[in-house]
């Protein structure tokens, strides 16, 4: 989904407030191990919501902070927003008051817990007052730096608009970028210097009223640095300053070189080649031959003309079907029968070039995204190798694409992993294939989200509505898909767990069949 696809409501307040204390009971009463993770399931579905539309609210008001009907919505959060905080942390110290509290260490891992503690550690109800204060501060400092405006180039612009003008080729332009962007700043400097003042002095009375000696013992907390502090960062920029800014000081040295700035400046940093991209060190190279794969950005023509021979690419499917992104596991994800390698002569669009070789190969029933992705890999270095011998002797065939036949694939996200039960147990098994390795199939089991690795079709029907556990046995975990099939799950993980045989989890936890 894009961004401004992404639909924004106000939350309840007074719900979500409700709600956090029903969860700080039930985390602080919960009689068993599984009873607690179900609960801290719980709260992180109930806080999913109002993150999401906070953050939304956030991003645009940031990005035009003279809107004012998104400057209410982050006056809302501002003034909200530590209540709410307050809230979560009473259902953090609700955990921790459990006897079964290491059951979330062995589910979610020792920064679950460590998390809370910092949660309960860094904020109370003592500071509320001082923390709406200080979401008003840094909302009025965001308004002075995002609402600014720049005049440049015979345009009002904003700081982000003037970037192209920093990467300018003329460095005359990009000094003058960063002038005005400055001359902004040093406008605003009595006021910026206010606000920063006070935000400063806020975050200090903070943390003494929470115990702290200053802010920079409670930013640890607050941002929760878990297993380091001030030592381990001292030993960090002493690292930097002594490892990494030698070896900076002598890419800084080649650039110099490269670019022909002899005393670059600030304004100069942007500038690795001196036209503004690598052809003209390509030139110099003066190779026969480019050969690129997996490298997933269009190049420009005037790159693609520097070799002798031309530049070709090496794609894993049949072009023109699948250009783009994730080639290899949409083929899987859709179920398709076949696939293969292509090699094509790069053009300046997406995969769009004259195909000059291919090699089909089948796609198992139950292989992998990452099991065919080895396979083709191996298979694109030796259709590799041969097309290359082809070009060397002249005997080589370009093949046009059938645009009308081309195809486009999106790159994955973890908003695909969770399995629909409501369709085809094939669908699933491909679905389940299809996100192996990365990011991997989701189902919720008695209230916990595992991953799923491993699924086999079972002959069975059952009445049960789709999602359901109908049965559970040595060879899996039986469910129930659409139209009355079942899928059984044979591989999982478990949060915090190994990922195993269902069988053997089934060894050590029970998990609800409907009756």
């Given at each position: 989904m894009k961004?401004?696809?992404?639909?924004?409501?106000?939350?309840?307040i007074d719900a979500l407030l409700a709600r956090c204390k029903e969860l700080a009971a039930k985390a602080e009463s919960a009689a068993s191990s599984e009873a607690l993770v179900a609960v801290y399931y719980e709260q992180s579905r109930a806080f999913a919501d109002y993150n999401t539309a906070a953050n939304l609210a956030s991003i645009h008001y940031t990005c035009d902070t003279r809107d004012a009907a998104w400057k209410a919505e982050q006056d809302f959060f501002d003034a909200n927003g530590p209540a709410v905080q307050n809230a979560s942390v009473e259902i953090s110290r609700a955990f921790l008051a459990?006897?079964?509290?290491?059951?979330?260490?062995?589910?979610?891992?020792?920064?679950?817990?460590?998390?809370?503690k910092n949660a309960v550690l860094g904020m109370d109800d003592r500071t509320i007052d001082l923390q709406k204060e200080y979401n008003a501060l840094v909302s009025q400092y965001q308004q002075v730096y995002g609402g600014a405006l720049v005049e440049f180039d015979g345009k009002q612009l904003t700081i982000p608009q003037l970037g192209p003008y920093k990467e300018n080729l003329d460095p005359a332009v990009r000094r003058a970028a960063y002038e005005a962007e400055a001359g902004y700043f040093d406008a605003h400097r009595a006021e910026l210097d206010e606000l920063y003042t006070k935000i400063v002095k806020n975050l200090n009375e903070q943390a003494k009223i929470l115990g702290y000696h200053d802010y920079s013992e409670l930013s640890y907390v607050r941002m929760n640095r878990i297993g380091y502090g001030p030592e381990e960062i001292k030993r960090f920029r002493d690292q930097v300053a002594n490892d990494v800014v030698p070896q900076l000081q002598k890419v800084i040295e080649l650039r110099r070189k490269r670019t022909g700035i002899e005393h670059p400046t600030f304004a100069d940093l942007p500038v690795t080649f001196k036209d503004g991209a690598a052809t003209e060190l390509l030139r110099t190279l003066?190779?026969?031959?480019?050969?690129?794969?997996?490298?997933?950005?269009?190049?420009?023509?005037?790159?693609?003309?520097?070799?002798?021979?031309?530049?070709?690419?090496?794609?894993?499917?049949l072009l023109p079907k699948y250009r783009g992104a994730a080639p290899i596991q949409w083929a899987?994800?859709?179920?398709?029968?076949?696939?293969?390698?292509?090699?094509?002569?790069?053009?300046?669009?997406?995969?769009?070039?004259?195909?000059?070789?291919?090699?089909?190969?089948?796609?198992?029933?139950?292989?992998?995204?990452g099991e065919l992705f080895d396979r083709l890999k191996t298979l694109g270095a030796e259709l590799l190798v041969e097309t290359v011998r082809k070009i060397a002797s002249g005997d080589v065939v370009r093949v046009p694409q059938n645009e009308a036949d081309a195809t486009y694939t999106k790159m994955l996200h973890k908003e695909m992993c969770p399995i629909d039960w409501n369709k085809s147990p094939r669908e699933i098994v491909k679905h389940i294939c299809g996100l192996d390795p990365w990011p991997v199939a989701t189902a919720e089991l008695g209230g916990v989200s595992?991953?799923?690795?491993?699924?086999?079709?079972?002959?069975?029907?059952?009445?049960?509505?789709?999602?359901?556990v109908v049965g559970t046995d040595k060879?899996?975990?039986?469910?129930?898909?659409?139209?009355?099939?079942?899928?059984?799950?044979?591989?999982?993980?478990?949060p915090g767990k190994k990922r195993m045989k269902a069988a053997d989890f089934l060894r050590g936890h029970n998990i609800k069949v409907k009756g």
């Open positions: 961004f401004r696809e992404m639909t924004y409501t106000r939350p309840d459990n006897p079964h509290v290491d059951a979330l260490t062995e589910a979610f891992g020792t920064t679950c817990v460590a998390g809370m003066a190779p026969e031959l480019l050969v690129v794969v997996a490298y997933g950005r269009i190049l420009p023509q005037t790159f693609l003309d520097v070799a002798k021979y031309g530049s070709i690419n090496v794609h894993g499917s899987v994800l859709n179920g398709d029968k076949t696939t293969g390698v292509s090699v094509q002569y790069m053009a300046a669009a997406m995969d769009a070039g004259d195909v000059i070789a291919s090699r089909e190969t089948e796609i198992g029933e139950f292989e992998t995204s595992f991953r799923v690795f491993g699924a086999e079709y079972t002959n069975n029907k059952c009445s049960a509505e789709p999602g359901m060879n899996g975990i039986e469910i129930a898909c659409a139209d009355g099939e079942t899928l059984l799950i044979t591989e999982l993980q478990a």
